[in-house]
């Protein structure tokens, strides 16, 4: 903790809205990369070492290397973002480094995303405005039997993580007229599903192969990494779609692609990938797949309640209290 005499030091890896950066540099002696370029992982150490507080983003590995060379003024990271993946907790829980991460305020853009892509690929809207926009194209109009997709109304859709977004996914898709089916470690409560007409399935396996659109929107975590792995993607029917907004690492990517390639499912919509930035080619070129540069919470909305719950976070624990967004909520 810094002493009274002087500001606390919060290093901020990435550039944030302007309103978020003013109010930091109010508050705080706020170090920020005006520049945008992502750190590397020795400027990370740096930072680590200097900071009394580190905000990093989804971009930054801070590992087991950075948070143990951490200086001893750090006692929060504050993530700006709701997935903690980024982030090494086992280490920083053992040095007595609070961790706090920004829910709730990207659910509904998320949300939208994932409904957007739940469109676009049985309806190929990437297809199409990408073909009417290419000059070699000259669009002969309207067609009684070309460029026809798949009807979404009445479609099976498995959500995978009924957490935040994927309620606000269901409440979404049954408005579209699809029927909502489930699978959570934990049974959602049963008013929730009545409202959404949910169906839980306690096995992932069966409900794969039941479904006709699969949303992933759990949090990669070590249970959850390849979730959907070779053996369960092969539980897939030929016709079913899957979008992913939640991490790529939730799905084994290689066998994802292979199976598309191979026509063995009808396509994908991708917001996030294995080993962002780089995506996987045969993704990135097939007709089946509308990919995403990880905009789910791209909103500028979004992004500056994010900024505002950082702050939140941050000013709560230097004045003392326990941060509202504690990643283990038994540490303070
Ligand atoms: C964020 C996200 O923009 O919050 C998350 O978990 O995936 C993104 O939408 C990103 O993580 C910021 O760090």
């Known amino acids: 903790m810094p002493s009274s005499t002087r500001k606390p030091v919060i290093i901020v890896t990435r550039k944030l809205p302007d309103v978020v950066e003013t109010r930091m540099r109010e508050l705080f002696d706020a170090r920020l990369n005006v520049d945008d370029r992502p750190l590397t992982q020795s400027e990370l150490v740096e930072a680590a070492k200097t900071a009394d507080v580190l905000v990093p983003t989804v971009t930054d590995r801070i590992d087991r290397a ?24 086992d280490t ?13 305020v990207l659910t509904e853009d998320t949300a939208d995303m994932t409904m957007a892509l739940i469109l676009a690929v049985p309806r190929r809207l990437a297809e199409g405005a990408v073909y009417l926009k290419d000059p070699k194209s000259h669009w002969g109009g309207w067609s009684p039997t070309w460029m026809l997709g798949h009807r979404i109304f009445g479609k099976r859709l498995g959500i995978v993580g009924m957490g935040r977004i ?8 049954k408005a579209f007229g699809l029927q909502i089916h489930y699978h959570n ?8 599903e009545q409202e959404l007409e949910a169906t839980y399935w306690e096995s992932l396996d069966q409900m794969l192969s039941r479904v006709d659109i699969v949303s992933v929107n759990c949090p990669h975590t070590p249970a959850t990494y390849h979730l959907l792995s ?5 539980l897939l029917k030929p016709t079913a779609y899957i979008v992913n ?3 790529g690492e939730v799905i084994d990517e290689n066998e994802l692609a292979r199976i598309i390639d191979a026509g063995a499912i009808a396509g994908a919509g991708l917001d996030v990938f294995e080993h962002e930035p780089a995506v996987n080619p045969k993704l990135l070129n097939s007709e ?15 992004r500056i309640d994010m900024g505002e719950k950082v702050i939140i976070n941050i000013k709560t624990f230097l004045d003392g209290h326990a941060p509202p967004d504690r990643v283990h909520p038994a540490m303070f």
């Open 66 to 89: 950075v948070i143990s060379q951490a200086g001893p003024n750090l006692k929060l990271i504050a993530n700006f973002g709701t997935g903690v993946d980024n982030i090494d907790l």
């Open 92 to 104: 920083a829980r053992n040095r007595g480094v609070i961790v706090t991460n920004t829910p709730g």
């Open 166 to 173: 994927g309620s606000a996914v269901a409440r979404r898709a």
């Open 185 to 192: 470690r934990r049974r959602v409560a049963a008013e929730v």
């Open 230 to 234: 070779a053996r369960r993607l092969k």
């Open 245 to 247: 907004t939640a991490r």
């Open 288 to 302: 089946r797949v509308v990919a995403l540069p990880h905009m789910g919470s791209a909103t500028v909305e979004g």
